[in-house]
């Protein structure tokens, strides 16, 4: 059985500076765990009838194929992306919203509940989340933390059938896998510019532009109202809709200028757009069309509301959805000014506006940030703007009355602000607090363990920090290193590395090779280093790390502790056992007499040493210890908690190794059930604990129930974590081997092929799931009956195993028995039987007598001397 490496990382927690990554930014926050008085809560409260959050209908025309089609998108499937032509070269304002919009209105009795929900990112979806608890129970949410006010709705959500919950302006796909993938007692409808990236199981609805009939009705019924208008008003508007691209939004917009302005006629206003706007429908710019007609808007703006144009140009620079009236309003305005300027806004449609809040469209923001000329100077306006923007949001961060910190409401509303304010920062632009601000928003991010979230944010600080304070200042340093772990954070070693190089080398230049912070900066390269497979530079720089804390901190320092876990988790992946389980017994030990028996810490220590001893074979050791790290876990960190989690699901592989299914699967069926109640049904731990499923259930020979599940593990990891992240790349490997197993090489061979070739194109030639799938592919080539093809691969898949691993490693071990096989299928003795014998004698001196590995070299070599042939065992991925 292919097993799945990422549960050696999930059940291998680094501690300390190797799992924080940035010495700035406390602890990760690693699960959302309801407090105990509020768990079962979700599933006795009731909605009202009639419970949203939707704003008043939209006009909605000439789209009543695509309503009815999306209706029978969602009661067939319960799921549906409204998305937008590519003609429209991925912008706004085809009419994605106002559709699903006007569905949800259509159809609002057939739903106890419907709840709209801002998309553009993560942050923004939890946001709306929260906003559902405080609906259904207010007085608990006032004293509720973020997390568990999102984990609430979550659960109300999967106790109460029958709602609908829409998703506008969706960024990335996979931002929706934790909702939709974990609640099934609804309907899920997503809007979004993306036409790509969607999984199979949420079908699209193309939506393009108007038809030439129904834009002209759309522009009369916006400017006439319930009035007829004359042949010459069609024939009019019939031009200028053409004119327009019969685009939905820039008709709303010139319909409601010409709405404000009952004076100016179709023909005249036509006139007024200029030469630029190209006359045919086909091949309309869809920005430069808006930009052209916002022209002649802004101009009446500028004539009726300099107070109005205002407001715009701040709200231009502020994330796009939910910004309160309060935010957009300057000192000294009266409350009552800015909601007659809010209200002209909106006459306009140049904003959406509840009463207390706005929401802006993105083509808006677009075009009003969008600098002067190519070397982006921004005029006066622009920048007046954006400092009312960054004035605003600073003066919203202030404290209540008689508290010294902002509360957690406040960085929760203004944290979307905040990334939109540092995503879109002029070049050479500074604000020295709102950099403060950056900092402290990355820090609440990183401890709701939304790292990567943070990158925008640490991007500016780090441009601030740059310019006001050098290149090499320790702040500068510091940030920098933060910016790093949020692009490892998200994958992205590419990124990562560099900068960890980078700051690790500045840190050894201005601070010292042994200062704290260099020794922070080696830690994480290595850690770094370990996370791409290469193996060969991370122990030397872990072991030079460990050293220099030992000397310059103390052998029982925390952050020594922290590199020696690392150390030795790096030595159990390069298969130096020798030097691994040593390295974890001394290090458990410190950790219970420095740290306590049950601290964090030591418990991971202690679910390290555990998988150690069964890599080792020495179930004996590892089971009662593995019970050991449960039984702590749960009583200290919850039922529920990730770490408990991965506790559990390590149980269970000590319970396979064993080969006791009986306790084994059961074991991952309920952890499995918990990943998906707790964390949702895409959350990688989830994954890792679905994938360990199907591979205990391939051991079991059930591979009608493996299959599927593997099928289902990879679809999910492709959605969520990218075609060729490491953990992706696993599934398809297990999923070929579990064909394999079923004797279906057909499909096995293409997809260890690919898989292959992924990971040399992602992980590099030598990273160990590089090594594997070369290993695994030359099994399937001698399956096949090719050993032409089998041997050349084992032969360069062993030199290379051991390069990196080592003559004794169980990978070369393993594949050097699968070459002797592959001599002996071709009938070559002299070189299969020797092959034989040198394998049972590394095993013999590195496992010992009865180690399974040991125990096949042995059987291996004695069905060789009797010219039986042997089917090679496949190559696991560890």
Same mark, same amino acid.
């Given at each position: 059985?292919?097993?799945?490496?990422?549960?050696?990382?999930?059940?291998?927690?680094?501690?300390?500076?190797?799992?924080?990554?940035?010495? +700035?930014?406390?602890?990760?926050?690693?699960?959302?765990?309801?407090?105990?008085?509020?768990?079962?809560?979700?599933?006795?409260?009731?909605?009202?009838?009639?419970?949203?959050?939707?704003?008043?209908?939209?006009?909605?025309?000439?789209? $009543?194929?695509?309503?009815?089609?999306?209706?029978?998108?969602?009661?067939?499937?319960?799921?549906?992306?409204?998305?937008?032509?590519?003609?429209?070269?991925?912008?706004?304002?085809?009419?994605?919203?106002?559709?699903?919009?006007?569905?949800?209105?259509?159809?609002?009795?057939?739903?106890?509940?419907?709840?709209?929900?801002?998309?553009?990112?993560?942050?923004?979806?939890?946001?709306?989340?929260?906003? !559902?608890?405080?609906?259904?129970?207010?007085?608990?949410?006032?004293?509720?933390?973020?997390?568990?006010?999102?984990?609430?709705?979550?659960?109300?959500?999967?106790?109460?059938?029958?709602?609908?919950?829409?998703?506008?302006?969706?960024?990335?796909?996979?931002?929706?896998?934790?909702?939709?993938?974990?609640?099934? +007692?609804?309907?899920?409808?997503?809007?979004?510019?993306?036409?790509?990236?969607?999984?199979?199981?949420?079908?699209?609805?193309?939506?393009?532009?108007?038809?030439?009939?129904?834009?002209?009705?759309?522009?009369?019924?916006?400017?006439?109202?319930?009035?007829?208008? =004359?042949?010459?008003? @069609?024939?009019?508007?019939?031009?200028?809709?053409?004119?327009?691209?019969?685009?939905?939004?820039?008709?709303?917009?010139?319909?409601?200028?010409?709405?404000?302005?009952?004076?100016?006629?179709? $023909?005249?206003?036509?006139?007024?757009?200029?030469?630029?706007? &190209?006359?045919?429908?086909?091949?309309?710019?869809?920005?430069?069309?808006?930009?052209?007609?916002?022209?002649?808007?802004?101009?009446?703006?500028?004539?009726?509301?300099?107070?109005?144009?205002?407001?715009?140009?701040?709200?231009?620079?502020?994330?796009?959805?939910?910004?309160?009236?309060?935010?957009?309003?300057?000192?000294?305005?009266?409350?009552?000014?800015?909601?007659?300027?809010?209200?002209?806004?909106?006459?306009? /449609?140049?904003?959406?506006?509840?009463? /207390?809040?706005?929401?802006?469209?993105?083509?808006?923001?677009?075009?009003?940030?969008?600098?002067?000329?190519?070397?982006?100077?921004?005029?006066?306006?622009?920048?007046?703007?954006?400092?009312? &923007?960054?004035?605003?949001?600073?003066?919203?961060?202030?404290?209540?009355?008689?508290?010294?910190?902002?509360?957690?409401?406040?960085?929760?509303?203004?944290?979307?602000?905040?990334?939109?304010?540092?995503?879109?920062?002029?070049?050479?632009?500074?604000?020295?607090?709102?950099?403060?601000?950056?900092?402290?928003?990355?820090?609440?991010?990183?401890?709701?363990?939304?790292?990567?979230?943070?990158?925008?944010? /640490?991007?500016?600080?780090?441009?601030?920090?740059?310019?006001?304070?050098?290149?090499?200042?320790?702040?500068?340093?510091?940030?920098?290193?933060?910016?790093?772990?949020?692009?490892?954070?998200?994958?992205?070693?590419?990124?990562?590395?560099?900068?960890?190089?980078?700051?690790?080398? +500045?840190?050894?230049?201005?601070?010292?090779?042994?200062?704290?912070?260099?020794?922070?900066?080696?830690?994480?390269?290595?850690?770094?280093?370990?996370?791409?497979? $290469?193996?060969?530079?991370?122990?030397?720089?872990?072991?030079?790390?460990?050293? @220099?804390?030992?000397?310059?901190?103390?052998?029982?320092?925390?952050?020594?502790?922290?590199?020696?876990?690392?150390?030795?988790?790096?030595?159990?992946?390069?298969?130096?056992?020798?030097?691994?389980?040593?390295?974890?017994?001394?290090?458990?030990?410190?950790?219970?007499?420095?740290?306590?028996?049950?601290?964090?810490?030591?418990?991971?220590?202690?679910?390290?040493?555990?998988?150690?001893?069964?890599?080792?074979?020495?179930?004996?050791?590892?089971?009662?210890?593995?019970?050991?790290?449960?039984?702590?876990?749960?009583?200290?960190?919850?039922? =529920?908690?990730?770490?408990?989690?991965?506790?559990?699901?390590?149980?269970?592989?000590?319970?396979?190794? #064993?080969?006791?299914?009986?306790?084994?699967?059961?074991?991952?069926?309920?952890?499995?059930?918990?990943?998906? +109640?707790?964390?949702?049904?895409?959350?990688?731990?989830?994954?890792?604990?679905?994938?360990?499923?199907?591979?205990?259930?391939?051991?079991?020979?059930?591979?009608?129930?493996?299959?599927?599940?593997? #099928?289902?593990?990879?679809?999910?990891?492709?959605?969520?974590?990218?075609?060729?992240?490491?953990? =992706?790349?696993? /599934?398809?490997?297990?999923?070929?081997?579990?064909?394999?197993?079923?004797?279906?090489?057909?499909?096995?061979?293409?997809?260890?092929?690919?898989?292959?070739?992924?990971?040399?194109?992602?992980?590099?030639?030598?990273?160990?799931? =590089?090594?594997?799938?070369?290993?695994? !592919?030359?099994?399937?080539?001698?399956?096949?009956?090719?050993?032409?093809? &089998?041997?050349?691969?084992?032969?360069?898949?062993?030199?290379?195993?051991?390069?990196?691993?080592?003559?004794?490693?169980?990978?070369?071990?393993?594949?050097?028995?699968?070459?002797?096989?592959?001599?002996?299928?071709?009938?070559?003795?002299?070189?299969?039987?020797?092959?034989?014998?040198?394998?049972?004698? @590394?095993?013999?001196?590195?496992?010992?007598?009865?180690?399974?590995?040991?125990?096949?070299?042995?059987?291996?070599?004695?069905?060789?001397?009797?010219?039986?042939?042997?089917?090679?065992?496949?190559?696991?991925?560890?």
């Amino acid at each position: 059985m292919s097993t799945d490496a990422a549960m050696s990382r999930q059940g291998i927690e680094a501690g300390g500076h190797r799992s924080v990554a940035a010495e +700035q930014i406390g602890i990760a926050y690693t699960g959302d765990v309801l407090p105990s008085e509020a768990l079962h809560a979700p599933a006795k409260v009731t909605a009202a009838p009639g419970t949203s959050n939707l704003a008043p209908v939209a006009l909605c025309l000439g789209r $009543d194929e695509e309503l009815a089609g999306l209706r029978r998108i969602l009661t067939k499937q319960c799921e549906g992306a409204i998305t937008q032509s590519g003609a429209v070269h991925g912008l706004g304002g085809i009419g994605k919203s106002a559709l699903a919009l006007y569905y949800a209105h259509r159809y609002r009795s057939d739903y106890t509940l419907i709840w709209w929900i801002n998309a553009a990112s993560s942050d923004e979806i939890e946001t709306s989340l929260t906003n !559902l608890t405080h609906m259904l129970v207010p007085d608990w949410s006032t004293t509720a933390g973020r997390a568990a006010q999102v984990a609430w709705a979550m659960q109300w959500l999967a106790w109460n059938p029958g709602w609908l919950l829409v998703y506008d302006n969706v960024e990335d796909p996979g931002n929706l896998a934790p909702y939709t993938g974990a609640l099934h +007692q609804g309907h899920h409808l997503a809007t979004s510019r993306r036409t790509t990236g969607w999984p199979d199981s949420i079908p699209t609805l193309i939506l393009g532009n108007l038809s030439p009939d129904d834009a002209t009705i759309l522009l009369c019924r916006l400017i006439f109202k319930t009035d007829a208008p =004359t042949p010459r008003q @069609q024939a009019d508007a019939r031009a200028l809709s053409a004119d327009l691209g019969h685009f939905p939004l820039a008709i709303r917009q010139a319909g409601a200028y010409l709405t404000q302005n009952l004076g100016v006629s179709l $023909d005249s206003y036509r006139r007024r757009l200029g030469a630029k706007l &190209a006359k045919a429908a086909h091949g309309i710019n869809a920005e430069r069309t808006i930009a052209q007609i916002w022209n002649v808007t802004f101009h009446a703006l500028e004539e009726s509301s300099s107070l109005a144009v205002e407001v715009l140009h701040t709200a231009a620079w502020l994330a796009p959805d939910d910004i309160p009236h309060t935010l957009l309003t300057p000192s000294g305005i009266e409350p009552d000014d800015i909601a007659e300027a809010i209200g002209t806004l909106a006459a306009y /449609s140049m904003v959406t506006d509840t009463g /207390s809040s706005v929401t802006i469209h993105r083509m808006v923001q677009t075009v009003l940030r969008t600098p002067q000329d190519a070397v982006g100077t921004y005029s006066e306006r622009h920048l007046q703007g954006r400092s009312r &923007a960054e004035e605003n949001t600073l003066r919203h961060l202030t404290p209540p009355s008689g508290q010294e910190n902002t509360t957690n409401n406040q960085w929760d509303s203004l944290t979307p602000h905040l990334v939109n304010l540092a995503a879109t920062t002029p070049l050479g632009h500074h604000n020295a607090a709102l950099t403060e601000a950056y900092v402290a928003a990355a820090s609440r991010l990183h401890q709701q363990g939304h790292t990567a979230r943070t990158i925008s944010l /640490s991007e500016a600080v780090l441009a601030e920090r740059e310019q006001v304070l050098g290149y090499a200042h320790p702040d500068t340093l510091s940030i920098r290193n933060n910016l790093a772990a949020a692009f490892e954070s998200a994958g992205d070693l590419g990124r990562a590395i560099p900068l960890y190089v980078t700051t690790l080398v +500045q840190r050894e230049q201005i601070l010292g090779d042994t200062h704290p912070n260099t020794l922070i900066s080696r830690n994480c390269l290595a850690g770094a280093y370990e996370s791409a497979g $290469d193996l060969g530079r991370a122990i030397p720089l872990y072991e030079t790390t460990l050293a @220099q804390r030992e000397q310059i901190l103390g052998d029982t320092h925390p952050d020594t502790l922290a590199t020696r876990n690392d150390l030795a988790y790096t030595y159990q992946t390069a298969g130096d056992l020798g030097r691994a389980i040593p390295l974890y017994e001394t290090t458990l030990a410190q950790r219970e007499q420095a740290l306590g028996d049950t601290h964090p810490d030591t418990l991971a220590t202690r679910n390290n040493l555990a998988h150690a001893y069964q890599t080792a074979g020495d179930l004996e050791r590892a089971i009662p210890l593995h019970q050991a790290t449960l039984a702590q876990r749960k009583q200290i960190l919850g039922d =529920t908690h990730p770490h408990t989690l991965s506790s559990r699901t390590n149980l269970a592989d000590a319970y396979l190794a #064993e080969g006791d299914l009986g306790r084994a699967i059961p074991l991952y069926e309920t952890t499995l059930a918990q990943c998906e +109640q707790a964390l949702g049904d895409t959350h990688p731990h989830t994954l890792v604990s679905r994938n360990c499923l199907a591979g205990a259930y391939e051991s079991a020979g059930d591979l009608g129930r493996a299959i599927p599940l593997y #099928e289902t593990t990879l679809a999910q990891r492709e959605q969520v974590l990218g075609d060729t992240h490491p953990d =992706t790349l696993i /599934s398809r490997i297990c999923l070929a081997g579990a064909y394999e197993s079923a004797g279906d090489l057909g499909r096995a061979i293409p997809l260890y092929e690919t898989s292959l070739t992924q990971c040399e194109q992602t992980l590099g030639d030598t990273h160990p799931h =590089t090594l594997s799938s070369r290993t695994n !592919l030359a099994d399937a080539y001698l399956a096949e009956g090719d050993p032409g093809r &089998a041997i050349p691969l084992y032969e360069t898949a062993i030199a290379q195993c051991e390069q990196v691993f080592g003559d004794t490693h169980p990978n070369t071990l393993i594949s050097r028995n699968n070459l002797a096989g592959a001599y002996l299928t071709r009938g070559d003795l002299g070189r299969a039987i020797p092959l034989y014998e040198t394998t049972l004698a @590394q095993c013999e001196q590195v496992f010992g007598d009865t180690h399974p590995n040991t125990l096949i070299s042995q059987k291996n070599l004695a069905n060789a001397r009797k010219y039986i042939e042997v089917t090679p065992r496949k190559n696991t991925t560890t």
